[in-house]
DNA sequence: AACCCACATTCCACTGAG
DNA sequence: CTCAGTGGAATGTGGGTT
């Protein structure tokens, strides 16, 4: 019989290479997917890379986008659907989703031959379980789901058996403008979700200077991955330092941590024409850093970089299903609620109510005041922001809740 | 040399359109 | 009924590791 699909990738892998950053190398996506994808990121003993090319067949950012695909995947209603357990189309609509999300083809074939592949793993095995069991239970939604172990998402598969792996990003939108462009004021609402900085410049005229406050004091330092356009770019550590602050709720003594973002890529960012193609990751870490017992972040964030005059991209981070389908932002969701892994913390976690922020906010992002344009990237408590825009973080120190849903309070 | 691993290719069962 | 299209299991391939 002839096969029905394009030839499978005509490049054959013939590389294998250890992971271009296989420790930490998770392109920015959403903080669910890139639980599960870290954990197979984790799982990979190597990397074959394309024909003739150092860029590896499933790097990280693909790895990203395809577990993506599968989460956002929603089965048709069909007879092979109900009688063979098969997902019509699966394959095609995530290499779609691939195509769209990395602006890398590849085929339907390769990504059954990727899927087959994660079936054999014991992470790619839990995270495709719980995918398929959703997609089942779209199918046969009168069907408990406890029956089939209960449906949630890749993530949640990771918690659920004890493999979340690290704290999940919370995700930051800056707007920018070209390294080239005059800095004007101009703005947009915010869409769902996640913090924007409130006007659009040029990076170099942001002070890189992020503070965020927790109510105890614990040493720690940033490590800071850049990616540009999904891959790997540059990776630094850099000292946080610890000041005290009286500004905490009803005079409530807390700790300001300040850190410089990127210090020694910053200046690069700067000059960057397009600073939309770049991306940081930051994780806080305790120090001494364990040797023995790898500890999660104290706190993970996502920079992104958006077109001042744009909106921000509404799919990224891209939600996940159930969350996708319907577009909002739920801070109580099940997987937030369920998906606090027990490390066991020494910090205080408790709630720091900024002014006019939500109690149960995680996140608080207070208006920026238009007086006073030499505008630092402030993220910083509220009653203590000067410029630019506020971020506060609750019950981030030691609380280690993986999903930092965040209210815009604009 | 044997083994391992990531990935490609082949084969098969099946659906659905014509 | 035929056949194109599809997903998934089985198998093949080739480079790295032991």
Redo the contacts with the bound molecule.
Sequence with gaps: ??????????????????SPSADRAVAPASPNTNAAVKSILN????????KGKEE????PQLEAALIEGLERYKPS?????R????????????ADHIFETTGVR????????????L???QSGKQILKVI?DRHYEMMHPHRASSSRGGAGTAACALQNSGMMPTLSPSHIWVKTLPASAAWRFGSYPPSTGDLHSSMPRPLRLINPTVTFSSLSQAPCQSIFTVYRHGELAHQEIAPVSITASTSGPAATPCWLYSTTLVPKYWAHLCDAEDPTSYAVHQEVMRVPLSTHAPAPPLLSVCYHFVHGGAAPPQHSPPPLSPRSSSGASDASSSLSRESSPTYPHDVDAKPYAFPGGAGASPLVFAPYDAGSPASPLDLRAASVGVDGWSYGLQDSFGACDPIFDPYINL
Excluded: Y
Excluded at 1 to 18: D, V
């Design positions: 019989m002839s096969m029905g699909h394009s030839k499978a990738s005509s490049s054959a892998a013939l590389k294998r290479s250890r799982s990979r003993k190597c990397w074959r890379s394309l590896p067949v499933w790097p209603e069909s007879k092979s659907t009688t063979l357990g098969r997902f019509p189309m699966r394959n095609k609509f995530v590849r085929t339907p074939k390769q990504v059954g031959s990727r899927i087959q592949q079936r054999d793993t398929s």
